[in-house]
T-cell receptor, first 109, second 114 residues
Framework: AQRVTQPEKLLSVFKGAPVELKCNYS??????LFWYVQYSRQRLQLLLR??SRESIKGFTADLNKGETSFHLKKPFAQEEDSAMYYC???????????FGAGTRLAVHP | GAGVSQSPSNKVTEKGKDVELRCDPI?????LYWYRQRLGQGLEFLIY????????KSGLPSDRFSAERTGESVSTLTIQRTQQEDSAVYLC????????????FGPGTRLTVL
């Protein structure tokens, strides 16, 4: 079965500390993975996708097929990074998204 | 242009009543998706529309749930005989084409069933 697991409900760090939000997936096909973010009082929006291999707002994520992981990393967290982060897996030819339960990142001054 | 809009933003209803939730996708977006988010959980896929047809209804939790879409525009999600477990935030998303991996989400409708 297709599944996305985000083991941490809450990740609390201080400003300037490194951040790693964990994501593991279960999918028998070739995965396409995403990170979506929801800032306070804003709608869910795409942060980055693995196929573009880009860095957005200092965040990067590398797909590790051996470990079936797609962890989100940032070397120096900022207070404005505080938000809810969701890892998602696309299945099907029409981009049906399977979401993890989400991790709340709290960056303290 | 405007993003995806949803109405109402909040809906409180009594158990057993029917509710209709509305989604206006971004103009020109052919693909439309409904998701549900229960408290403390991730988003669950409910249904996908390509134009006004729904090739995948696999996520609808029971036959009390139905959805329709007129043309490549507005979609309504209807829940009949609501139950307390239907309480959740219902999110709508659209994308330009089904093959586009970026989905644009609406603000959601928070449904509370008393």
């Amino acid at each position: 079965a297709q599944r996305v697991t985000q083991p941490e409900k809450l990740l609390s760090v201080f400003k300037g500390a490194p951040v790693e939000l964990k994501c593991n997936y279960s999918y028998s096909g070739s995965p396409e993975l995403f990170w979506y973010v929801q800032y306070s009082r804003q709608r869910l929006q795409l942060l980055l996708r693995h196929i573009s291999r880009e860095s957005i707002k200092g965040f990067t994520a590398d797909l590790n097929k051996g470990e079936t992981s797609f962890h989100l990393k940032k070397p120096f967290a900022q207070e404005e990074d505080s938000a809810m982060y969701y890892c998602a897996l696309v299945t099907g030819g029409y981009n049906k998204l399977i979401f993890g339960a989400g991790t709340r990142l709290a960056v303290h001054p | 242009g405007a993003g995806v809009s949803q109405s109402p933003s909040n809906k409180v209803t009594e158990k057993g009543k029917d509710v209709e939730l509305r989604c206006d996708p971004i103009s020109g977006h052919t693909a439309l998706y409904w998701y549900r988010q229960r408290l403390g959980q991730g988003l669950e896929f409910l249904i996908y529309f390509q134009g006004n047809s729904a090739p995948d209804k696999s996520g609808l939790p029971s036959d009390r749930f139905s959805a329709e879409r007129t043309g490549e525009s507005v979609s309504t999600l209807t829940i009949q005989r609501t139950q307390q477990e239907d309480s959740a935030v219902y999110l709508c998303a659209s994308s330009l084409r089904p093959s586009d991996s970026e989905q644009f989400f609406g603000p959601g409708t928070r449904l509370t069933v008393l």
